[in-house]
């Protein structure tokens, strides 16, 4: 029998303990109510999978609480228990959205087999929800691929961090270095793997929803709240969170996120109680948290907090010997997608591919093999068939003097990329739009590191 939170609500103690005896030993989490008012309240703080409720209780009728739970979450899943052989209760509540129902006096084994059914239903759900929110590509990026030394220390870190499923994981790393696939890998290698991985960008959501999104808000909360909604927090609950560019949460946000991490519980809007989970929250960033805490945009408190374990990803330029055969890689599997039969890559492509600073990272390299793949009509992928950027980039890096600065130890490697997005800047005019194309990244991206970079 799979194995859920259950609560009994049953006005005959002796038969509600023994059905939780039962229950328990086969490893479920087990609650019981002698009324159903304080079924009810154990559901408002509670994350509840199975209802079974009796039909006659001594405060409630148990159709009212039915329709209450339902118009509470409609996943709860609901046996109705009822001693008397009239059908049409039993009829009724199925009506009303009952999963099923026992009629006493049952057998131990037929509960057994009902609850693992309604267990096995809710448990097939919980797994289209999983899947729907696991964004699987079909590309090698998606497989964590590198041999460079400072990847396999990577790939061993993960799997010591993944081993301990309640730490607190801090991703840092720039854009398109891959922060997403560390935590699929974090989660996939942990024995979270089974739960939900639940992601959200905390710089997609405008500021008035996020706090929804993470909490989720009660019926009548507020002036469009027409229906209960769950919140990631506990659509996760018992796996794992992805927040993705936790730099752009609010403020006012932050405290009630800082409470989750320290308490494993929250509050939806509009509620009146605490809700208990088991979450492992993994937070991602292409900013320096310690700049933004002295900038005073996000909590000293809840930045330590969250790196207690740091995982941080090198750019690409930084594994330079993963270039090629990552291109490799992308190359053998759009031949599939596009029909065509490219073998290899020119000596001229490949030196263009090692001389360019690839600030898109892996993710720009993904686009512009593809885009060579569309083009390339040969079994070799020539130079020409690289974007113009690619080619004008090194050219224009060689004739300023930049490629050699980039080849030394005067600049930093930040000072290089502050330089190239100046110069893509002023040959467009300061058009952020054709910039963030030329640089293969996108305009929030562009944006973020103008800002990191102080570029007006």
């Not at 609010?250 to 320290?262: A, G, H, N, T, W």
């Amino acid at each position: 029998m799979p194995k859920a939170s259950i609560l009994i609500i049953e006005d005959n103690e002796d038969l509600c303990q023994t059905l939780a005896d039962v229950l328990r030993k086969g490893g479920n989490k087990v609650r019981t109510a002698f009324t159903g008012g304080h079924g009810l309240g154990i559901l408002s703080k509670d994350l509840i999978d199975l209802v079974l409720l009796d039909v006659k209780l001594p405060d409630m009728n148990g159709i009212d609480i039915l329709e209450a739970i339902k118009d509470k979450d409609p996943d709860i899943l609901v046996i109705m228990i009822t001693a008397t052989t009239d059908a049409r209760p039993a009829v009724d509540a199925m009506k009303k959205g009952a999963y099923d129902y026992l009629m006493k006096p049952f057998e131990l084994d037929q509960l057994k087999l009902v609850v693992g059914k309604a267990l096995e239903t809710h448990n097939l759900k919980q797994e289209v929800s999983r899947l729907k929110n696991q964004h699987k590509d079909q590309y090698p990026d998606n497989e964590m691929y590198g041999e460079a030394k400072s990847m396999l220390e990577l790939k061993k870190l993960i799997k010591i961090v993944a081993g301990t499923p309640k730490t607190s994981v801090l991703i840092q790393g720039e854009s398109g270095t891959g922060k997403e696939l560390v935590g699929n890998a974090v989660h996939n290698w942990s024995a979270r793997a089974e739960k939900p991985l639940v992601k959200i960008n905390c710089s997609a959501i405008p500021e008035n929803l996020l706090e929804s999104e993470l909490f989720g808000h009660e019926k009548g909360a507020f002036t469009d709240a027409k229906s209960l909604k769950k919140g990631i927090f506990e659509m996760a609950n018992n796996g794992t969170i992805f927040l993705d560019e936790i730099s752009s949460m609010q403020m006012s946000i932050q405290p009630k996120f800082l409470r989750v991490l320290e308490t494993q519980s929250f509050r939806r809007i509009g509620g009146t109680s605490d809700i208990q989970i088991d979450v492992r929250i993994i937070a991602a960033t292409n900013r320096n948290l310690e700049d933004c805490v002295e900038q005073q945009t996000f909590r000293e408190d809840l930045y330590y907090r969250l790196k207690v374990m740091v995982l941080n990803l090198p750019a690409l330029r930084e594994r330079a010997e993963d270039i090629i055969p990552l291109a490799n890689l992308f190359i053998h599997r759009m031949n599939k997608e596009f029909g065509k039969e490219i073998k290899a890559i020119s000596p001229e492509a490949q030196e263009t591919m090692l001389q360019y600073r690839w600030p898109g990272n892996v993710r720009e390299l993904k686009n512009v093999i593809e885009r060579a793949v569309i083009l390339c009509n040969d079994p070799e992928l020539q130079g020409e068939h690289l974007p113009l950027e690619l080619q004008q980039g090194n050219s224009q890096m060689a004739t300023s003097g930049e490629f050699s600065a980039f080849s030394s130890d005067a600049d930093s490697l930040d000072e290089m990329e502050k330089r190239h997005i100046a110069n893509v800047l002023k040959k467009y005019s300061g058009n952020k739009s054709k910039t963030a194309r030329m640089l293969n990244i996108s305009r929030s991206t562009l944006r973020e590191k103008m800002k990191n970079y102080g570029i007006t």
